[in-house]
């Protein structure tokens, strides 16, 4: 990251308009997830988020916050004379310059310093939506195509905020023919546009709620059903009444692992006999910085790293195959900024509540419980499907081990 008290602080922006479109370019052309927008008492400080580091993209005087905040307002549609609440809105840009249409979510927030602006960018590559590019490992995608295949139950995707879980949903969403079947979705906001899916987004403010659209859309005659997270108890439970009367629904919650999921929802009050008649399926992902291919080579790894590896992979690989791991470092180069990744990618565990699982869910046991008892059902944890991306060249076991 660049030093912020060497860079000079910009002071003329002739045209707002001309240096919005070159922000948003800029974005699109280096794959930028964020631009945040945040003001000091002396400047303002554009940073880029890029594979969930940052980056100063430009420090402005403080005479030009009016011009850049409204205009941004304006383009998202919310209220320019609103600076003392929270508002959100979105942007559909095309870029003339990348040649790309992208949706921008806007957040805003009232700070002691005027106004800070966050924009999320959202691509429209449906390339990118499918069970094929999300990084599943074989054995991991065999599971979830297993569970596709039944026409009711629970499909969870469980990680923190900014894990692409949304993107998992989507992918999952692609793999049925939405002329063969009814699907309805709920989000907030919509982030992808799907032909032939009934996609709507919820109003809080008119009380058009997750649990309120629940109860209309079960008289839709909906085959699947997307609700964007499970946020409570009401939605929890409308959601598996759906499930129970023969409708497939996925949705997203916010929890640490696979096994997490499960003490989470018994944690809303949430019956276990519910929980194990409903929920068949919870995918755990994370994000881990993909290597640079350009500048990466063999990298021999140390006696402590060694056993590191080991121990988390002889549960289900045998010795002698873990020796033969052979895994990659970056060098650093022109094209990854000499950071020596480039790019994230997923990694996952996919917990599959067969019967084995039964007793343990009705017994309320514990997450690490849970979580033994799947591990002895050949369930690949997180961390070990990230050694396994280091081993295939994706990613570094220095960024696995981030993960514990």
């Known amino acids: 990251m660049q030093n912020i008290d060497s860079m000079k602080v910009r002071q003329e922006i002739p045209d707002v308009v001309n240096y919005i479109n070159e922000l948003f370019d800029d974005a699109i052309k280096d794959n930028v997830s964020d631009i945040h927008i945040e003001t000091t008492k002396d400047f303002l400080i554009i940073r880029h988020r ?3 580091d940052f980056d100063i993209y430009d420090k402005i005087s403080l005479e030009h916050v009016s011009t850049l905040i409204t205009r941004l307002k304006v383009l998202a549609k919310v209220k320019i004379d609103e600076n003392k609440k929270p508002q959100d809105g979105k942007i559909v840009y095309v870029s003339e310059k990348e040649k790309e249409t992208i949706d921008i979510r806007v957040s805003t927030l009232p700070t002691i310093f005027w106004e800070k602006v966050v924009m999320r960018i959202l691509r429209q590559d449906e390339s990118l939506i499918n069970l094929e590019s999300i990084w599943l490992h074989d054995i991991n995608l065999e599971k979830v195509r297993n569970v596709l295949e039944s026409k ?4 969870l995707v469980a990680g ?9 949903l989507f992918s999952i969403l692609k793999d049925f023919n939405p002329l063969e079947y009814n699907i309805s979705t709920l989000e907030d906001p919509v982030e992808y546009n799907i032909d032939f899916v009934n996609q709507s987004q919820i109003k809080p403010e008119i009380w058009y709620t997750f649990a309120s659209w629940l109860r209309s859309l079960v008289r839709q005659d909906p085959d699947i059903i997307m609700v964007w997270e499970i946020r409570d108890k009401e939605t929890a439970l ?3 009444e759906a499930a129970l009367t023969w409708h497939l629904v996925l949705s997203t919650i916010h929890t640490n692992s696979a096994a997490a999921t499960i003490q989470r929802l018994i944690n809303m009050w949430i019956e276990p006999f519910l929980i194990a008649s409903a929920l068949k399926m919870i995918i755990s992902q994370r994000l881990v910085k993909k290597i640079c291919t350009h500048c990466k080579k063999v990298h021999e790894i140390d006696d402590l790293m060694k056993a590191r590896v080991k121990k988390e992979l002889l549960d289900i690989m045998e010795s002698d195959e873990i020796s033969e791991l052979q895994f990659y470092k970056w060098v650093g180069c022109e094209h990854c900024k000499n950071t020596g990744y480039a790019g994230r990618i997923w990694v996952h565990e996919v917990l599959v509540l067969w019967d084995y699982l039964e007793k343990s ?9 849970i979580h033994k008892v799947a591990t002895k059902e050949w369930m690949i944890t997180i961390l070990q499907d990230a050694i396994f991306k280091a081993a295939l060249w994706d990613t570094t076991l220095e960024e696995a081990f981030k993960l514990i």
């Open 160 to 168: 923190p905020t900014g894990s692409w879980k949304s993107t998992t």
């Open 50 to 52: 890029k594979d969930w």
């Open 238 to 240: 409308l959601s598996i």
């Open 361 to 369: 869910v009705l017994s309320m046991a514990s997450a690490s419980e």
């Open 152 to 155: 009711y139950w629970i499909i």
